[in-house]
């Protein structure tokens, strides 16, 4: 049942990625081809969603940064420490061997980074990804979705839209053209061309 | 590598050196919209073969550097590897960066009289500008080490190339058409990369292609990461036009203005192969079981299967460029077959082919360019004669065309020779066998043309032999690079293959075959 | 782990899913073009409200502006100018089609087998690169949107590309509808086009027509000045609440559409001449790019705002970003104008045609 739960609405997000796509490829009018190649991506986009969410989270908006960055900075020595840790921790291991050639040596894994463990079982990391907030916490205590699926789902929608004005845009001059938008009033079209040019 | 030098010595570029694997890319997307505020077609132009030339100066800095035995990092906006978007350069995508901006410059050259002809007047300076966004998008695929900024560019790079072959409706309203499904097509193999990148997130928490490597390093039974591989598979199959995948490639080609034809054959499919490769050996484990699987009883039937549908298809076709399209499909098959491989040899042997095709096809393209310019060429049966009529343009085809059979003292052959050498190691006599069908039914459709442009008699009207233009001088040289380039790679093919070499080789991490 | 509760978001997220499927499956039976880019855009907006229950406040503000208004109006143009009806699916294309789209489903449905529970806070995705942008973006950017922050400046770059494929995407419309740069219209070169003989008496009348919304004009005048007021305001509070250069681009340009229905096309064309917007397409990206090369020429890395300023770094992050939004808006705002520009020039052949 609990899997049931928690796993629900990525049906729902399938069944709905998979009636996008049952659009794009069953119809032959230009128009709805573009409306479910919409409905697609849209639906793509509410997998990252669901991706990003936290239960019980609120935006990726920090409510609190100025006492925030005081603590990160001045009232917890301990926490400014940290927070660079992180980024020097990073900075150490993944730039200047990106072994992005050779993947399958797995690099030297420092202690305490995240998500070096079984990945078969992605559910039962609590301990290790809890890194910052054991001595100190960033976010003092308030929960946060996950910014970035958000942030590369604003890039897919914009890129989405970019390609429907470009496919519209296309559509209409074939209208101009062919005098339809059905792919077989087209083909047909081009059939009888092809017959009377050779 | 004198040129290489050349550049770097002088004093002021030296600054930007460290910078060259951003610039390589930076330099011709600012470009794009410099050109389109330029406005006048012939500056835009010239504006874009000196961007071109900037940008294939850069490569080879990079090529050069890459030669030396480093890789290259850089991180954009210096924000370390998770966190920010990083470029990364080995001797796989140094090359196909190369081969990018190398092909977009003769390319460039051979365009302008054919872009003069084709392209209404005042559309030419945004015609260049789309072109120089396109040239960018793909480097950009070519060069990233970050999984989502694969999409971001593969976008910029396909978007502009729907709209670049579009502008070929001037010509032939089938052009309009073509671009269509190209973009139906192309959008749902990038939605499918997408689907594919956002499990691989799901999985792993990381965006960096090394990140998500290092993490699944053991999670191959792991049934999201099963169904990434699957989607980025399907998707860029789409992008390369895999086999049954390939339905988008042949009117794209054929109807696409002479110079897009020139460049999309050779670069837009490589780049995407080329992706494959980086997501299939880099990405995930290619030794892991769910893989190796995939690659004997999918991609390599697929590969054998276009190879050989896909030339009897190109066999039949009477409209050449169709025909020099399906073949294209059906050379894509040979890199596949040496990919599906999963072996040193086999995979250096896909990469080499990969370079040279785009040597044959980027010349016989715009060898029937010049013909079409020329004689009103549109199918097979109109070039008879042109031995006479064209004969440099004939000659060009001609031996670009044997290249593509893959006779002796033609790079064509070399790579052939290679995969057939992988293919005997790996104990696949079937795919031999098909190699030599294939090539088989490449020498009956290539001679198709060459029988009819030397043993055949020119048309005439009355007394005239008609000839409407002759072919631009500007159009003809880079055409005879390209020529020479087949020659020249078939005795010295050290540069490529040792970069295939040494590329293969580290995919596979370094282990024997 | 995380068990979830049956509360009050579960219920709406419930409702929200019910009613997309049901959206959807009307989606796939209807024939009727309008009936189905109307329903689009429903479905837009459907999404951008269950985006707003699922946290992701910037990503529901872009899908609404962007999905069910700027992609919806574009449909509906290009469905004015087309057909009104599609042809229904043959029987046998049917079953094909619903064949590879099960393949594909079952796919990820085996997928879904080893996916971390909805809203787990400890699954890969949540805890490892996204949570560390939450406790980076506190030193290093100071802004409390970290949206933004990670949208402008940590991936910055591929925000970069995003404008360009805006920028492509306003090319592409201009270079296949064109413009009408040289000041005319846009001459179609398709040779195929069909006789344009009833244009002329045509144009008057529309003139004529469009002069009589004397109301409309007086309430456009008024509303005009506060949507670009919104889209500034959108534009700059970016960094603190959702919002930023894309949503503000094209608000900034419905402001600009709007003018245009009111008062007409010439009248647009000549407050905006459509080589101003092009070059308005091109200069964003330039305005993006440049800050990337002013950085590079400040001794640091492509698009690195810490060296914009030598002594605040997170102040130079906040000189960056907002130099890159305003790339951002120009670009989107222009091409928005450009595409428009591109459609609208082309309804005169409709009324020959359709009405």
Same mark, same amino acid.
């Given at each position: ?137 960033? =976010? ?7 910014? =970035? ?50 | 590598?004198? $040129? ?5 010595? %002088? ?15 930076? %330099? ?7 050109? &389109? ?13 000196? &961007? ?13 550097? &890459? ?62 500008? +789309? ?11 070519? %060069? ?16 502009? +190339? ?44 990381? $965006? ?14 792991? #049934? ?35 110079? %897009? ?77 040496? $990919? ?43 070039? #008879? ?7 440099? +343009? ?42 030599? &069908? ?40 880079? $055409? ?34 | ?163 360009? @494929? ?127 090369? @002013? ?61």
């Amino acid at each position: 049942m609990d899997f049931v739960l928690g796993h629900f609405n990525y049906w729902v997000v399938i069944s709905l990625m998979m009636t996008g796509l049952y659009v794009v490829i069953s119809t032959g009018n230009l128009v709805k081809k573009l409306v479910g190649l919409g409905v697609f991506q849209t639906s793509v986009f509410q997998l990252y969603i669901t991706m990003g969410k936290v239960a019980g989270g609120q935006p990726p908006i920090l409510v609190n940064l100025p006492e925030l960055e005081a603590q990160a900075e001045a009232g917890a020595e301990h926490g400014a420490e940290l927070v660079a840790e992180i980024a020097t921790e990073h900075s150490a291991e993944i730039v200047p061997d990106p072994m992005i050639a050779s993947g399958d040596q797995p690099a030297e894994v420092p202690a305490g980074q995240p998500l070096d463990v079984e990945l078969s079982t992605p559910t039962d990391l609590p301990e290790v990804t809890s890194l910052p907030s054991e001595a100190f916490d960033p =976010l003092m205590g308030v929960v946060y979705s996950n910014p =970035l699926p958000h942030v590369l789902i604003l890039t897919a929608i914009v890129v989405g839209v970019a390609t429907l004005a470009v496919g519209l845009a296309l559509v209409v001059r074939i209208r101009e053209s062919y005098g339809s938008i059905e792919e077989t009033d087209i083909d047909e079209a081009e059939y009888k061309t092809a017959g009377q040019g050779s | 590598m004198s $040129l290489m030098s050349a550049i770097s010595s %002088i004093s002021g570029l030296r600054d930007l050196l460290p910078h060259a694997a951003a610039l390589v890319v930076v %330099i011709p997307l600012l470009a794009g919209p410099i050109a &389109v505020i330029l406005a006048k077609a012939r500056l835009a132009w010239l504006w874009s073969v000196l &961007v071109a030339a900037a940008a294939f100066g850069l490569s080879l800095v990079l090529l050069g550097t &890459v030669l030396g035995g480093e890789t290259i990092t850089y991180e954009m906006g210096n924000w370390p590897a998770p966190l920010g978007i990083i470029y990364y350069v080995d001797s796989l995508n140094a090359l196909v960066i190369s081969l990018v901006s190398g092909m977009a410059l003769l390319a460039l050259l051979y365009g302008w009289p054919m872009v003069e002809r084709e392209i209404e007047p005042k559309k030419q300076a945004m015609f260049f500008g +789309t072109f120089l966004i396109c040239l960018a998008g793909l480097i950009g695929v070519a %060069i990233t080490g970050d999984a989502f900024n694969v999409f971001v560019f593969l976008e910029v790079s396909s978007i502009s +190339t729907y709209v670049l072959v579009a502008m070929g409706a001037g010509q032939n309203r089938q052009a309009l058409t073509a671009s269509f499904n190209y973009l139906i097509l192309g959008t749902i193999g990038a939605t499918f990369f997408v689907i594919g990148v956002g499990l691989l997130y799901m999985a792993t928490g990381t $965006l960096n292609m090394a990140d998500i490597s290092r993490l699944l390093a053991d999670g191959d039974n792991d #049934r999201v990461v099963r169904a990434a591989f699957s989607f980025i598979v399907i998707g860029l199959g789409l992008k390369t036009a895999m086999f049954p995948l390939h339905t988008w490639l042949p009117n794209a080609y054929a109807f696409s203005p002479s110079m %897009i034809g020139v460049f999309l054959a050779s670069t837009a499919t490589k780049v995407a192969f080329y992706t494959l490769i980086r997501f299939l050996f880099s990405v995930f484990h290619a030794g892991a079981p769910f893989e190796t699987a995939m690659f004997d009883y999918v991609l390599a039937p697929m590969a054998i299967t276009a190879m050989i549908v896909c030339s009897v298809q190109a066999s039949f076709q009477p409209d050449v460029r169709r025909l020099l399209a399906y073949s294209s499909v059906a050379q894509l098959g040979y890199m596949l077959l040496g $990919l599906s491989m999963g072996t040193v040899a086999g995979l250096s042997a896909g990469l080499l082919h990969m370079f040279n095709h785009a040597l044959m096809k980027g010349a016989l393209f715009m060898a029937v360019g010049l013909a079409t310019l020329g004689l009103g060429v549109i199918q097979v049966s109109e070039m #008879r004669g042109m031995g006479k009529t064209m004969p440099l +343009t004939a000659a060009g085809l001609s031996i670009a065309g044997l290249s593509l059979m893959g006779v002796p003292l033609t790079a064509g052959f070399v790579s052939k020779y290679y995969l057939v050498i992988a293919a005997l190691e790996r104990g696949w006599w079937w795919a031999v066998a098909a190699i030599v &069908v294939s090539s088989v039914l490449a020498i009956f459709y290539i001679g198709r043309m060459i029988e009819a442009m030397y043993l055949q008699k020119p048309p005439s009207h009355g007394d005239d032999p008609v000839i409407v233009v002759r072919s631009p001088i500007l159009a003809i040289v880079p $055409l005879y690079i390209l020529v020479a380039a087949n020659i020249w790679f078939f005795f010295d093919p050290s540069v490529p293959k040792g970069l295939a070499d040494s590329a293969a080789t580290l995919l596979l991490g370094g282990g024997a075959p | 782990m995380s068990d979830l509760p049956i509360d009050i978001f579960t219920i709406i997220d419930l409702i929200i899913m019910s009613m997309l499927l049901v959206v959807g499956i009307a989606l796939v039976r209807l024939n009727n073009l309008f009936a189905v880019v109307m329903l689009y855009g429903v479905y837009s907006l459907l999404a951008a409200i269950w985006f707003v229950s699922l946290d992701a406040v910037d990503v529901a503000f872009t899908e609404a502006a962007v999905g069910a208004g700027i992609s919806t109006v574009l449909m509906l143009g290009a469905m004015l100018l087309t057909s009104r009806e599609a042809d229904p699916t043959p029987v046998l294309r049917r079953w094909t089609s619903f064949l590879i789209v099960a393949a594909t489903g079952a796919a990820l449905f085996y997928a879904t087998l080893d996916m971390p529970s909805f809203g787990d806070a400890a699954s890969p995705a949540n805890s490892y690169v996204g949570l560390q942008y939450m406790h980076h973006t506190i030193s290093e950017i100071g802004m409390p949107n970290v949206v933004t922050a990670v949208l402008a400046s940590y991936r910055g770059y591929d925000t970069f590309g995003e404008t360009v @494929v805006v920028l492509t995407a306003g090319l592409g419309v201009m270079l296949i509808l064109g413009i009408g740069v040289s000041g005319g219209q846009a001459a179609p070169s398709a040779p195929e086009v069909q006789s344009k003989t009833a244009k002329k008496s045509k144009d008057v009348s529309v003139k004529s027509t469009e002069n009589h919304h004397i109301v409309l004009q007086v309430i456009a005048k008024m509303l005009i000045p506060i949507i670009v007021l919104y889209a500034l305001y959108v534009q700059f509070h970016g960094d603190f609440g959702p919002g930023g250069g894309f949503q503000a681009g094209v608000i900034l340009a419905s402001a600009v559409i709007l003018y245009s229905l009111i008062f007409g096309m010439e009248e647009t064309r000549r407050a905006i001449p459509p080589r101003f917007v092009q070059i308005g397409t091109a200069l964003g990206v330039l305005i993006y790019g440049g800050t990337g090369i @002013v950085t590079l020429a400040l001794g640091g890395k492509f698009l690195d705002y810490n060296v914009l300023n030598a002594h605040d770094p997170v102040h130079g992050q906040h000189l960056g970003i907002m130099f890159v939004e305003i790339g951002v808006l120009v670009t989107v705002a222009s091409v928005m104008l450009a595409i428009y520009y591109g459609f609208a020039a082309r309804y005169r052949e409709l009324k020959d045609q359709d009405w």
